[in-house]
T-cell receptor
Framework: AQTVTQSQPEMSVQEAETVTLSCTYD???????LFWYKQPPSRQMILVIR??????QNATENRFSVNFQKAAKSFSLKISDSQLGDAAMYFC?????????????FGKGTKLTVNP | GAGVSQSPRYKVAKRGQDVALRCDPI?????LFWYQQALGQGPEFLTY????????KSGLPSDRFFAERPEGSVSTLKIQRTQQEDSAVYLC?????????FGPGTRLLVL
């Protein structure tokens, strides 16, 4: 079974600075999907960024980018120019390829605090 | 367009009571998922549907948990004879291809 590990329960960053959240995963599959979701205190889970494992190029979405290291099974999230609104729980998630289980396997999350 | 909606947003139940949680997915989304999120934890998979077919219910913790999606749209998660350990946020998500979009969740408190 696949597992996802987020080794940083809490992180903090100064406004306008850059922060990197770590995620590692364990799988025997060669193709899969990886996601970062953000969950503010209101609890609505919002998709931040996604990556298909067969793509070597790292995904980017405005201030958010990932460092995908397939051999190391690592999928870290970098937030540039941090804003107060970025404060939330961040969850890394894994999904098997098409034809396999469509469920998401989540890590335990990292709580990000942004200091003004 | 409208996102995933869930009702009720909050539910307080007495131990032993039955509860029903509703999920309205994004229109046209084929797949629908239920997750359970305990306080301070990541969501854990319960079950998923493709249209009206329940393809995976491996995450349902006991036979007190039952989910249905009879017409391939709205889904209901039912918990019978609730217990205190059922207290959690229940999240619903829907997807068309491979990205899941989540609803706001239902916070269930069993006293």
């Amino acid at each position: 079974a696949q597992t996802v590990t987020q080794s940083q329960p809490e992180m903090s960053v100064q406004e306008a600075e850059t922060v990197t959240l770590s995620c590692t995963y364990d799988t025997s599959e060669s193709d899969y999907y990886l996601f970062w979701y953000k969950q503010p205190p209101s609890r609505q889970m919002i998709l931040v960024i996604r990556q298909e494992a067969y793509k070597q190029q790292n995904a980017t979405e405005n201030r958010f980018s990932v460092n995908f290291q397939k051999a190391a099974k690592s999928f870290s999230l970098k937030i540039s120019d941090s804003q107060l609104g970025d404060a939330a729980m961040y969850f890394c998630a894994y999904r098997s390829p098409q034809g396999g289980s469509e469920k998401l396997v989540f890590g335990k999350g990292t709580k990000l605090t942004v200091n003004p | 367009g409208a996102g995933v909606s869930q009702s009720p947003r909050y539910k307080v139940a007495k131990r032993g009571q039955d509860v029903a949680l509703r999920c309205d997915p994004i229109s046209g989304h084929v797949s629908l998922f239920w997750y359970q999120q305990a306080l301070g934890q990541g969501p854990e998979f319960l079950t998923y549907f493709q249209n009206e077919a329940q393809l995976d219910k491996s995450g349902l913790p006991s036979d007190r948990f039952f989910a249905e999606r009879p017409e391939g749209s709205v889904s209901t998660l039912k918990i019978q004879r609730t217990q205190q350990e059922d207290s959690a946020v229940y999240l619903c998500a829907s997807s068309l291809v491979w990205t899941q979009y989540f609803g706001p969740g239902t916070r269930l408190l069993v006293l």
